[in-house]
């Protein structure tokens, strides 16, 4: 009864807010001339360049494809520097938020830790985009701008997620510790860190893939970046070398994300011993002997020179303006950033009620409220499409024997399954910015774009947690329909599926809070949603109405992020 | 040797302990039986002082464990070892490294760090030595999570023996093992704890293993003492068949 009630509810929010967002099926048929523009975009995209689309450009002193390359080093460089920064801040606020760090707290340390908390969402709660945006106008271009603009949000999602990570590690591993005398930073560190440790360096790895990612994103506020090779070369209408750019960059992210894989197994399964293990072998032998991976420990290796490097590489992170111009334009930003009848009035803010009201009306209710559609029609749509995909990507149901049970189908299922896992891993890896960015070329500046692009990149992470779920779930009940000629189909939805409904839900808003998150963005490609409002407040230098604008997008992913977590929260006690 | 003088424990309106009146000798090998909510890890709970009593007193060689606190308290608890029901193992780190805990006390936070991270060969024998005396040496560098539920036990039972204690406390550390692994278990664990004159404190369900391995047998139901002797005692097997 509830399953219905959740699926009624979803289809009828999906539908009001197509309603909102006044989107038809007609604005997906391009005009004659966007026809010709796409057919040439989308065509360009099975005859990628290997060298530049115009012969003088030649003439540089480096090659296309070197110029790829650069723009990649550079992204994966930026990420990988910006997740060191991220990393420590995400250990200080993980422990602090922590509350298994504070064994015995008084309200003091109680505040401290709730407070510590809510800080580290809060942050998060602002796009890297948005950060980038609002160090640009304080003080002017620089490598710094983009690691800060990183570090900041993935430093308060790391301090957030390890924080739970810890709490949930705790054990009577740590009380044994301080039952035998040692002391609590003892008994947290050896009983709590220690067990946590392949959870937190699996999470950290993920986010580090989630960087790659949002540094191309980078690109499109001017950080150079391969999304600034991208942005640039649609501009010069080169639509060849936009597609190479693209698959140069999903090569990159598949590739990072198929070694967080390898890694993570690793972390969490360990390697098992390469001797025996058998009585009378020396200490020494069994000491030779013990599991290790040299792959982990090659990635290690990797990863610390990687970030040494990373900084190393940079001798001018604070290059692109003198740093007279940028005292000035840090100034400017911070004069400007009050609102300005506050200013008019001499700081006097009893006037800010009605300047917030006023822009609220005149465009900000609206705009908010068609942000909170998009992020959430967008996974509802990728929500219903992973769950029909589920039925044919997921590995005990698309095999030949289905849940074990002889089925003597065809292997078309088994090819499908392959053929849709490959298309979640591409939908991964692309950045729903850059997504939105090629569907607008083709289908023009219509909420639908916004819409796809998050609902296919959410809809590939959903169908692969789904698939997941849904191959790990015990259901007899499922081999019994199997067994009594039932089709797959019927064993999905009447077994499998609302066995493993609960986590599917999990799932669901786990990523809809991160597409509230990016649908805050999204509108900076020229959609009119916040993204838009705050694109053009930077473009006038309304930089008032541009803290208002990334302060209202951090409120509603704030609040997103607190429901989310509620009802996630409750999900797991009923689990 | 440890007195539990009129000690009580309860959790708001919850009597877990009742009036509790006993006295462990030191090298006694004591088995807490009795059925699920009984009073048994509550019990333990106030021999390390992990819980206060909430009226009475737990005097252990003439320290009310009650009142102490900080660095006297951790000087009291470093000699006694403790196994919980789960074993509190930390199923990523190696053997080695988990057995090494136990000395937790003794090398505070850096010395234990040290261990974990790049433990030297004298202390690798020491732990070698101990593993072979529970019969895993060969397993000292694998990971917990690799080891069968007896091996973990093992581990558990290692740990608490490298602390060196005069007392060692366990709370039904076989209830996840077959019949005959408890058994070994349990007679590697009262074996160890003869050699060395330590006070062992054990909580178990199986009346039979009490009987067999134990000097003494407390019985315990609704959180209160209801049978205190020799484990011939006829009571014991009167108690084990009222609870069934």
Redesign the interface.
């Known amino acids: 009864m509830r399953r219905r009630w959740f699926f009624l509810g979803a289809i009828a929010l999906f539908f009001w807010g197509l309603w909102v967002l006044e989107v038809r099926p007609g604005q997906l048929i391009p005009s004659e001339g966007g026809r010709e523009a796409a057919g040439d975009f989308l065509s360009a995209a099975f005859q990628p360049a290997l060298d530049y689309e115009e012969l003088d450009m030649r003439g540089g002193e480096v090659s296309f494809l070197g110029k790829i390359g650069k723009a990649l080093w550079l992204t994966v460089r930026y990420a990988v520097v910006a997740m060191s920064l991220a990393f420590v801040i995400g250990v200080i606020g993980g422990v602090l938020g922590s509350r298994a760090w504070w064994s015995k707290p008084n309200l003091f340390l109680q505040v401290l830790r709730i407070g510590t908390r809510l800080l580290a969402t809060a942050i998060r709660s602002v796009h890297e985009l948005m950060w980038a945006l609002l160090f640009l106008s304080a003080v002017g271009t620089s490598p710094l701008v983009a690691i800060l603009a990183m570090a900041l949000p993935y430093g308060g999602t790391l301090a957030k997620v390890f924080s739970e990570l810890l709490d949930e590690s705790e054990?009577?591993?740590g009380?044994?510790?301080?039952?035998?005398?040692?002391?609590g930073?003892?008994?947290f560190?050896?009983?709590v860190v220690?067990?946590a440790?392949?959870d937190l360096a699996t999470y950290a790895l993920y986010r580090l893939e989630c960087a790659v990612r949002s540094s191309a994103v980078l690109g499109f506020v001017g950080i150079p970046t391969i999304g600034y090779e991208i942005k640039t070369a649609y501009e010069d209408g080169h639509y060849h070398e936009i597609w190479s750019y693209v698959y140069a960059l999903l090569i990159v992210v598949v590739l990072f994300e198929a070694w967080g894989a390898k890694v993570r197994g690793l972390?969490?399964k360990?390697t098992?011993?390469r001797v025996g293990?058998?009585?009378?072998?020396s200490?020494s032998e069994?000491?030779q002997?013990?599991?290790r991976s040299w792959f982990l420990r090659f990635s290690v290796a990797t990863l610390t020179v990687g970030i040494a490097a990373g900084w190393m590489a940079e001798d001018r992170w604070g290059a692109g303006v003198g740093w007279e111009q940028r005292e000035k334009n840090l100034d400017r930003f911070t004069d400007e950033m009050v609102p300005y009848p506050v200013r008019e009035a001499d700081g006097d803010w009893s006037v800010f009620g009605s300047w917030f009201s006023e822009k609220m009306s005149d465009g900000g209710a609206v705009a908010l409220w068609r942000t909170f559609h998009v992020g959430t029609t967008a996974i509802l749509l990728a929500g219903g499409l992973s769950l029909i995909g589920i039925l044919f990507a997921a590995r005990t149901l698309a095999a030949s024997n289905p849940r074990g049970v002889r089925d003597g189908g065809s292997k078309i299922r088994g090819l499908l399954g392959m053929f849709l896992r490959g298309a979640s891993m591409l939908a991964r890896a692309m950045p729903e910015y850059i997504l939105a960015f090629l569907l607008l070329r083709v289908f023009g500046p219509t909420y639908w774009v916004l819409i796809f692009a998050l609902a296919i990149h959410n809809g590939g992470i959903l169908l692969r947690l789904g698939a997941e779920v849904i191959d790990n779930t015990k259901s007899q009940a499922s081999e019994v329909i199997l067994a009594q000629g039932g089709n797959r189909s019927s064993a999905y939805l009447a077994a499998m599926m609302p066995a493993g409904f609960n986590r599917l839900v999990l799932f669901l808003f786990y990523r809809w809070e991160s597409c509230i998150r990016e649908a805050t963005v999204l509108g900076m490609l020229g959609v009119a949603s916040l993204g838009f409002l705050i694109s053009d407040a930077k473009v006038a230098f309304f930089y008032d109405e541009m803290i208002l604008w990334v302060g209202l997008g951090a409120a509603l992913v704030f609040v997103g992020d607190l429901t989310s977590d509620f009802v996630r929260g409750k999900l797991r006690t009923v689990e | 040797m440890l007195e539990f003088q009129s000690a009580s424990l309860s959790y708001g309106a919850t009597v877990a302990l009742d009036s509790i009146d006993l006295t462990i000798r030191s090298g006694e090998q004591v088995c807490l039986i009795g059925p699920s909510g009984a009073g048994k890890s509550s019990l333990l709970g106030l021999c390390n002082g992990r819980v206060p009593a909430t009226s009475g007193k737990v005097v252990l060689n003439d320290q009310n464990l009650g009142e102490l606190k900080g660095k006297a308290l951790k000087e009291v608890r470093s000699g006694i070892a403790w196994v919980p029901q789960d074993l509190g193992l930390i199923p990523n780190l190696r053997v080695s490294q988990n057995v090494a805990c136990g000395l937790a006390a003794r090398k505070g936070f850096w010395g234990l760090m040290r261990s974990l991270l790049l433990m030297g060969k004298a202390e690798k024998e020491r732990v070698s030595g101990l593993l072979k005396r529970v019969g895993i040496e060969e397993k000292i560098f694998s990971r917990v999570d690799h080891l069968s539920g007896g091996q973990r036990q093992r581990v558990a039972i290692a740990r608490a023996l490298y602390q060196e204690p005069q007392m060692i406390l366990a709370d039904e550390p076989v209830s996840a093992v077959d019949p005959e692994r408890a058994k070994s278990l349990v007679e590697l664990l009262t074996t160890i704890a003869r050699e060395e004159k330590m006070t062992l404190v054990m909580s178990l369900h199986d009346v039979d293993l009490a009987q067999r391995y134990f000097d003494r047998v407390i019985g315990m139901r609704a959180g209160r003492v209801v049978l205190d002797g020799s484990p011939d005692d006829a009571g014991v097997k009167e108690l084990y068949r009222l609870d069934q």
């Open positions: 054990s009577s591993a009380a044994v510790i301080r039952a035998s005398g040692g002391s930073t003892t008994a560190f050896a009983g220690t067990k440790l392949p972390l969490t360990g098992p011993s293990e058998e009585k009378g072998q200490l069994l000491w002997g013990r599991g």
